[in-house]
């Protein structure tokens, strides 16, 4: 055997042994590398079902816009798979791409925050959790006999929490990536130690919203995908069952990131800002709550401290263009839903990519798929 083929040999043997040794999220993490909107096809899921499901009407000029080649170049560009615009409860245009159509599941990412916060609300509603200002501890069991208990669901709801969650994406081996791929993941979240201050400056952090969901399971009763599926999904008389992926078999929800839909139904979380909390006159969520979750938290900073925090609320993002505020979901990879009250319509782009040029928190396509829409909307 020759001196290079030894060394080949010698690699691969250490590094089958590595993933070998190596923790099962880590393996996972190298094996599929990025996060992808498929992704609940490589994980276990619970099943948020559907009763009475009602497809939207179409508007009387559905699909009769042609997209200008520009903006089909930029949609296709950024390898978008569905956009979708509802205007007046009606879909007044749609299209897919790359395979997907109006039933295809997607993960809708870090979307999936502004969920849980609508479930919050509804538990206040219900008089499951006291309100917003209510310490942490009061439903953590980890966190009730330290400091962070202390912390107040509304420091979670506007990432204010000062805990010491790590954001990386890029990193096999941050937490966020434990939380994605691991299978421990209500030890993981509640392994956030508390850094700074509570309540001063916005930081962008999933563990936020994995705790706020646990706080909802705490406060209910129910799993949060249950919870969501009998307040929510059912409710807004949803046509697909969607799928909310787990840390394992039976395990806990990621909440934080993972709920697998199509953009018909995403358009109902959309819609329901619209309608200020309502749908077919029945209130799901109170009028109040949804005001404060999709306006900006301005009595806090901003993640560099040097104004008042204009983009985000409750989970929610707010996009302050052209003389509106637009709250929308946001997710990993470029998963948005707008709620654009001007116009009365519901906007969702599902797809791979971002703008990788970015200003602040606004990557630069957040606003462009406002532009197309706006043009639509005429």
């Not at 899921?45 to 009763?51: L, M, P, S």
């Amino acid at each position: 055997m020759s001196r290079i083929s030894k060394t080949v040999l010698i690699l691969a043997l250490l590094t089958a042994l590595w993933m070998l040794l190596a923790p099962n999220y880590l393996r996972t993490s190298l094996i599929y590398w990025y996060a992808n909107i498929d992704d609940y096809k490589i994980f276990e899921n619970t099943e948020v079902n559907v009763a009475d499901g009602r497809e939207w009407k179409e508007a009387d000029s559905y699909n009769k816009y042609e997209l200008e080649s520009v903006d089909r170049t930029y949609l296709e560009d950024h390898e978008t798979v569905a956009y979708l615009i509802i205007q007046d409860g009606k879909v007044l245009y749609e299209e897919y791409w790359d395979g997907y159509n109006a039933d295809s599941h997607s993960n809708i990412f870090s979307a999936t925050k502004s969920i849980v916060s609508l479930l919050i609300g509804i538990a206040i509603d219900e008089g499951k959790i006291k309100s917003v200002d209510e310490p942490i501890g009061n439903y953590l069991e980890e966190f009730a006999n330290d400091e962070r208990g202390k912390l107040s669901i509304k420091n979670l709801l506007t990432m204010s929490s000062g805990l010491d969650w790590d954001e990386a994406y890029s990193s096999p081996t941050s937490i966020t990536t434990k939380a994605y791929y691991g299978k421990k993941l209500r030890m993981v979240s509640t392994d956030q130690q508390l850094i700074e201050e509570p309540g001063i400056r916005f930081r962008y952090q999933s563990g936020n919203t994995q705790l706020l969901a646990f706080i909802v399971e705490e406060a209910t009763g129910e799993t949060i995908s249950k919870y969501a599926e009998r307040t929510l999904w059912k409710p807004m008389h949803a046509v697909n069952t969607a799928l909310w992926s787990l840390d394992k078999k039976d395990g806990d929800e990621k909440s934080f990131c993972c709920f697998n839909t199509n953009a018909r139904d995403a358009a109902r979380f959309g819609q329901l800002v619209l309608n200020h909390g309502a749908w077919n006159g029945k209130q799901l969520i109170s009028e109040q709550y949804l005001k404060d979750a999709t306006s900006p938290a301005a009595y806090i900073l901003n993640e560099e401290k040097t104004a008042p925090l204009d983009h985000y609320g409750y989970q929610y993002w707010v996009l302050p263009y052209k003389d509106m505020n637009i709250p929308y979901m946001r997710g990993h990879r470029g998963q948005y839903i707008y709620s654009i009250a001007e116009k009365n319509a519901v906007v969702v782009r599902f797809g791979k990519m971002k703008d990788e040029i970015k200003e602040g928190q606004i990557t630069m396509d957040i606003p462009k798929y406002v532009d197309i829409a706006l043009k639509i909307l005429e």
